[in-house]
């Protein structure tokens, strides 16, 4: 089973703030991905990843960026957060077809 | 286009009792389904998935599934719930890349 870790796991911050969710993976996956997941709901998929210098946006509208220096390394980042975006966010990496989750970041917008 | 319905949101068992969670899929090829479960504050963990082969499935924490072609459903079992195994369950459907789709979840609550 991968290994993924996600820093920070909670997270309160004021509107018009600039974060970084952090997310790290040991397992060497080339395609990660980010979910946002709401209560009650599915989990949406707001970007995701192939391999290095690739990103892509997921179904779901986010106005999140994402990027992928590092196979191990993805981050994403909101430019201006906004009560709208409170949710939780998870990171999970794959190999050909098993995505591995990590713990989540619970972020509140206040 | 693939999707995945969990027809019961909540559901109670008493502890020792038997349990099974629904899961219909919509898919257009031959899909690969898996089972995660989720604790309050945790992500997803894998419990089991099925790709191709023997159509019942055995994953962690003595859960099974099987996988009904006709019925396009991959319904969750468990002989014996215990109390630690109160927590969300996502069925989904996919290959593993972006075109993965998730239900929203049963959230199952286990009664002494």
């Known amino acids: 089973e991968a290994d993924i870790y996600q820093t920070p796991r909670y997270l309160v911050i004021g509107t018009g703030k600039k974060i970084t969710l952090e997310c790290s993976q040991t397992?060497?996956?080339?395609?990660m991905y980010w979910y946002q997941q709401d209560p009650g709901m599915e989990l949406h998929l707001i970007h995701y990843s192939y391999g290095v210098n690739s990103t892509e946006k997921g179904d779901l509208s986010s106005e999140s960026t994402v990027s992928r220096i590092r196979t191990e390394h993805f981050p994403l980042t909101l430019e201006s957060a906004r009560p709208s975006h409170t949710s939780q966010y998870l990171c999970?990496?794959?190999?050909?077809?098993?995505?591995?989750f990590g713990p989540g970041t619970r972020l509140l917008v206040l | 286009a693939q999707s995945v319905t969990q027809p019961d949101i909540h559901i109670t068992v008493s502890e020792g009792a038997s349990l099974e969670l629904r899961c219909n899929y919509s898919?257009?090829?031959?899909?690969?389904l898996f089972w995660y479960v989720q604790s309050p504050g945790q992500g997803l963990q894998l419990l089991l998935k099925y790709f191709s082969g023997d159509t019942l499935v055995q994953g962690i924490k003595g859960f099974e599934a099987e996988f009904k072609r006709s019925q396009s459903s991959f319904n969750l079992r468990k002989p014996s719930v215990h109390w630690s195994d109160a927590a969300e369950y996502f069925c989904a459907v996919g290959a593993g890349n972006n075109d993965m789709r998730f239900g929203a979840g049963t959230r199952l609550t286990v009664k002494p």
């Open positions: 999970a990496s794959s190999d050909l077809e098993t995505q591995y």
């Open positions: 397992m060497g996956h080339d395609k």
């Open positions: 898919y257009g090829a031959t899909p690969y």
